[in-house]
Every structure is written in structure tokens, then in C-alpha cells.
């Protein structure tokens, strides 16, 4: 019984054209993109080469297998250029998708840290504007001393003032 329910997966059923898992082949060329970009696999290439034209030019006539211009060895490496740039075209293409979503990602958290930022301003904004409101410690101490002056000059009889002081 086959549902059209859009709360359920379809079941699957014979397919023409074979499947594959897009993110395991994506992973699989990003790593032979990465070894291609080495130096190691330069070595390798560079050895492989060599090795490949020092037997086919010194080795016995008869185990030669690719003679002097060297055909199989041109086609070979044509097919592994063919090979390799979509393989590392792939990879790029992956990585920009990565650095979107990363980009993206780092869009919105400099817009929250901004909003952070515009809100932290304000308030400190407004701390400043309440504590030019606020009496501080050193103003509460003068204001006292000066009262004390007051009352003191106030109570004190005129004889005890020293030199003459009202």
C-alpha cells in the first residue's frame, strides 16, 4: 500500500541510474584534493616519473613499455589532470559552501555583538546621567562640614571664638 502522506518518506523503489552518497564523495575529493595540493604528492608524481622514463629509456629492449616520445606515460598524466581538477573544483565548491555558512554565521554574531554593544553604551550612558544626579561621598562631607561651621558659629558664644572670630 503506497501512501501520498507528506508526514512519511516515500519507499523506495527500482531505480534506473545508480545512487551514490553526495557527502561521502564530496569528503573523498576534498581529501584527494588536499593530497594533491602537498608537496608530497609533487614527490611522488616527480619520482613516479622519473622511475617511469629511466626504465623505458635503460631497461632491456624487450621489458620497455612505453618507448622515447613517451605516449602512455603523456596519456596518463592527462588522465590524471583530467581527474584531479574537477575532483579539486569540487572540493572548492564545498569549501565555499562551508565559508557561506561560516560568513553567515559570523554576520549574525557581529550584529548581536553590536546590539550588545549599542545596549551596553546606553545603559552606561545612563549610569553616568543617574550619578551626575547623585551626591558623592566627598560632596556629602563638605556639606556636612559646612553645617558643622554653621552650627558651631551659631552656638558658640562669641567670648570662646578665637581672635576675634564672629
Same mark, same amino acid.
Given at each position: 500500500?503506497?501512501?501520498d502522506r507528506?508526514?512519511?518518506?516515500?519507499?523506495?523503489?527500482?531505480?534506473?541510474?545508480?545512487?551514490?552518497?553526495?557527502?561521502?564523495?564530496?569528503?573523498?575529493?576534498?581529501?584527494?584534493?588536499?593530497?594533491?595540493?602537498?608537496?608530497?604528492?609533487? +614527490?611522488?608524481?616527480?619520482?613516479?616519473?622519473?622511475?617511469?622514463?629511466?626504465w623505458n629509456?635503460?631497461?632491456?629492449?624487450?621489458?620497455?613499455?612505453?618507448?622515447?616520445?613517451?605516449?602512455?606515460?603523456?596519456?596518463?598524466?592527462?588522465?590524471?589532470?583530467?581527474?584531479?581538477?574537477?575532483?579539486?573544483?569540487?572540493? *572548492?565548491?564545498?569549501?565555499?559552501d562551508r565559508?557561506?555558512?561560516?560568513?553567515?554565521?559570523?554576520?549574525?554574531?557581529?550584529?548581536?555583538?553590536?546590539?550588545? +554593544?549599542?545596549?551596553?553604551?546606553?545603559?552606561?550612558?545612563?549610569?553616568?546621567?543617574?550619578?551626575?544626579?547623585?551626591?558623592?561621598?566627598?560632596?556629602?562631607?563638605?556639606?556636612? *562640614?559646612?553645617? *558643622?561651621?554653621?552650627?558651631?558659629?551659631?552656638?558658640?558664644?562669641?567670648?570662646?571664638?578665637?581672635?576675634?572670630?564672629?
Amino acid at each position: 500500500m503506497t501512501t501520498d502522506r507528506l508526514d512519511q518518506p516515500r519507499e523506495l523503489g527500482p531505480r534506473l541510474r545508480p545512487s551514490y552518497d553526495r557527502e561521502a564523495f564530496g569528503r573523498l575529493s576534498e581529501r584527494i584534493a588536499r593530497f594533491l595540493g602537498t608537496a608530497r604528492f609533487l +614527490v611522488y608524481m616527480t619520482g613516479f616519473v622519473a622511475l617511469w622514463i629511466l626504465w623505458n629509456i635503460f631497461a632491456p629492449e624487450s621489458w620497455r613499455f612505453d618507448p622515447y616520445p613517451f605516449i602512455f606515460l603523456t596519456l596518463m598524466l592527462s588522465l590524471q589532470a583530467s581527474y584531479a581538477a574537477p575532483l579539486i573544483l569540487l572540493a *572548492q565548491n564545498r569549501q565555499d559552501d562551508r565559508d557561506r555558512i561560516q560568513n553567515d554565521h559570523d554576520r549574525r554574531a557581529a550584529e548581536r555583538n553590536q546590539a550588545d +554593544v549599542e545596549y551596553l553604551t546606553r545603559e552606561i550612558a545612563a549610569l553616568r546621567i543617574a550619578l551626575g544626579e547623585v551626591a558623592t561621598r566627598d560632596y556629602i562631607r563638605s556639606e556636612l *562640614q559646612h553645617l *558643622q561651621e554653621e552650627l558651631r558659629d551659631e552656638y558658640e558664644p562669641a567670648a570662646s571664638r578665637p581672635n576675634g572670630a564672629r
